[in-house]
């Protein structure tokens, strides 16, 4: 069985791992880098994008996460876990970091300069039927690598910001999947790690 983990420097922890073990795996919460080491894949969940980002430094776990994921551990971002997979960022703060695991342009807070929060059916690539997605101070992705694949779009007719994209073992969401009782995101990434 695989064990996933989710990274828990800050930010919506334990709905992640309750979600995961949903799906039948196993999972930790990551804290170090001998727990990084110990997992088949990574979640890294929503919070605040600059608080993970220096958490990530003084925990000491910027660099060997970094190394894991260009060795092609399969990895998550949602929300703020979107932003950390980001290859630039816009509306960041100039020392906050990312991985660079999807080329993709993240903009921080997008929706969340209109309102705060809000929840739409989004047509998820994967999934048979609409996915109820909770957005909060979500970023969008702006634009796209050529290799990166778009999952979904917001939107009435499903044609606005890009909120879900995949590249190779890596994937990212704007919303938060972890919140509500529809676990197929989560089945989804396991099903990934499982290959992988
Ligand atoms: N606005 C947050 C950030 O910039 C993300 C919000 C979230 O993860 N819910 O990191």
Request: with cysteine; hydrophobic share 45%.
């Amino acid at each position: 069985m695989v064990k996933i983990g989710v990274l828990a420097l800050q930010g919506d922890v334990g709905e992640h791992v309750r979600a995961l073990e949903k799906t039948g795996a196993r999972t930790l919460a990551v804290r170090r880098a001998e727990e990084l080491h110990a997992v088949d894949g990574l979640v890294i969940p929503g919070g605040e994008s600059t608080t993970i980002s220096k958490l990530l430094v003084v925990f000491d776990l910027y660099t060997p996460l970094k190394s894991r994921i260009e060795q092609g551990m399969p990895v998550w971002g949602t929300c703020a876990g979107m932003i950390m997979l980001a290859t630039s960022i816009l509306d960041g703060r100039p020392d906050q970091k990312s991985f660079a695991a999807i080329d993709m342009v993240v903009r921080r807070n997008a929706f969340g300069r209109q309102i705060d929060s809000y929840e739409e059916n989004l047509h998820v690539e994967g999934l048979d039927d609409p996915f109820r997605a909770v957005f909060i101070r979500a970023p969008w992705v702006e634009s796209v690598g050529k290799n990166v694949e778009v999952l979904a779009r917001a939107g009435d007719d499903h044609d606005g910001p890009i909120v879900a994209v995949r590249s190779g073992m890596a994937l990212a969401t704007s919303f938060h999947p972890e919140i509500g009782t529809d676990h197929r995101m989560h089945e989804l990434f396991v099903s990934l790690v499982r290959r992988s």
